[in-house]
């Protein structure tokens, strides 16, 4: 299994951006999928963004364009950019990782096999 610890969350106002992290270890991952999901309170945990071990994104349409992805094979990271953030970007985020998603099409939660514990964003309109 991948560890995966989650940092860069917070409060911002809209309009703003923040860029989150995720350092796995246990490891190397490059041979992994990497993602970003998100839980606002009382929803399920959806697909933000990811990104495959030979580099394919995938964005869900809510963030295409203000939200990049990236990797790091060398340090073992993926972070996400978020620029632009909506008060209805609000909640709290999970990198994920699995060996097997392609990153062709966009997964549901229970694809993914391994998880962090979450950072909380928080956007102020």
């Known amino acids: 299994q991948v560890q995966l610890v989650e940092s860069g969350g917070g409060l911002v106002q809209a309009g703003h951006s923040l860029r989150l992290s995720c350092a796995a270890s246990?490891?190397?991952?490059?041979?992994?999928?990497l993602g970003w999901f998100r839980q606002a309170p009382g929803q399920e945990r959806v697909f933000v963004s990811g990104?495959?071990?030979?580099?394919?994104?995938n964005y869900a349409d809510s963030v295409k364009g203000r939200f990049t992805i990236s990797r790091d094979d060398a340090q073992n990271t993926v972070e996400l950019q978020m620029n632009s953030l909506k008060s209805e970007d609000t909640a709290v985020y999970y990198c994920?990782?699995?060996?097997?998603?392609?990153?062709?099409?966009?997964?549901?939660?229970?694809?993914?096999?391994?998880w962090g514990q979450g950072t909380q964003v928080t956007v102020s309109s």
């Open positions: 990104i495959s071990w030979n580099g394919n994104t």
């Open positions: 994920a990782a699995d060996y097997g998603w392609s990153g062709n099409y966009v997964p549901d939660a229970h694809e993914f096999s391994s």
């Open positions: 246990g490891r190397a991952v490059s041979s992994w999928a």
